[in-house]
T-cell receptor, first 114, second 112 residues
Framework: SQTIHQWPATLVQPVGSPLSLECTVEGTSNPNLYWYRQAAGRGLQLLFYSVGIGQISSEVPQNLSASRPQDRQFILSSKKLLLSDSGFYLC?????????????FGSGTRLTVV | GQQLNQSPQSMFIQEGEDVSMNCTSSSIFNTWLWYKQDPGEGPVLLIALYKAGELTSNGRLTAQFGITRKDSFLNISASIPSDVGIYFCAGQLLTSGSRLTFGEGTQLTVNP
């Protein structure tokens, strides 16, 4: 069966520090991968998505970047965190185009920038 | 980009009451999905709808794919405290590749 792992679960980082969040998927090949941010427990903002290794599409210009070094690994990074980067970060995967079977989300990372 | 208008934004109900929420769009969707997010967790898929007019149930949950393919609703019958969370609708457009379009969510609070 397919599983998605996202870590860490919580993170407190000072302003100006770097960030690296990792997401891995097991049990499937060539998944579509996504990074979302959720502020204040409401809407899901798509940050990045990837349909293959090294293929990254950015939805919102920001202080963050994403990389996909392996087929089932998706990394969200920042060189210098801002206070506004605080939020709940979710990784998700899907198969096929279109994603008629929906996305499967990870359990999220709560990032607090202080 | 495409938008889904989800309403209501929040609901405060008593245990045992029925709940209804919906999503509308100016675009035609080929798939409608409903997710629930428990506090501090990632959203989990509740129901997927693939045909216009389709009515699907999952326990106390019932969802429908609108005939015009531009809307969908989710009903929860006889609510219980564990129904608390954020409910998201999502739609799949053929023109958007693998990406889903999500509604802004409905925050449901159930008072015992």
């Amino acid at each position: 069966s397919q599983t998605i792992h996202q870590w860490p679960a919580t993170l407190v980082q000072p302003v100006g520090s770097p960030l690296s969040l990792e997401c891995t998927v097991e049990g499937t090949s060539n998944p579509n991968l996504y990074w979302y941010r959720q502020a204040a427990g409401r809407g899901l903002q798509l940050l990045f998505y990837s349909v293959g290794i090294g293929q990254i599409s950015s939805e919102v210009p920001q202080n963050l970047s994403a990389s996909r070094p392996q087929d089932r690994q998706f990394i969200l990074s920042s060189k210098k965190l801002l206070l506004s980067d605080s939020g709940f970060y979710l990784c998700a995967w899907s198969v096929g185009t279109p994603s008629n079977y929906g996305y499967t989300f990870g359990s999220g990372t709560r990032l607090t920038v202080v | 980009g495409q938008q889904l208008n989800q309403s209501p934004q929040s609901m405060f109900i008593q245990e045992g009451e029925d709940v209804s929420m919906n999503c509308t769009s100016s675009s035609i969707f080929n798939t409608w999905l409903w997710y629930k997010q428990d506090p501090g967790e990632g959203p989990v898929l509740l129901i997927a709808l693939y045909k216009a007019g389709e009515l699907t149930s999952n326990g106390r949950l019932t969802a429908q794919f609108g005939i015009t393919r531009k809307d969908s609703f989710l009903n929860i019958s006889a609510s219980i405290p564990s129904d608390v969370g954020i409910y998201f609708c999502a739609g799949q457009l053929l023109t958007s590749g693998s990406r889903l379009t999500f509604g802004e969510g409905t925050q449901l609070t159930v008072n015992p």
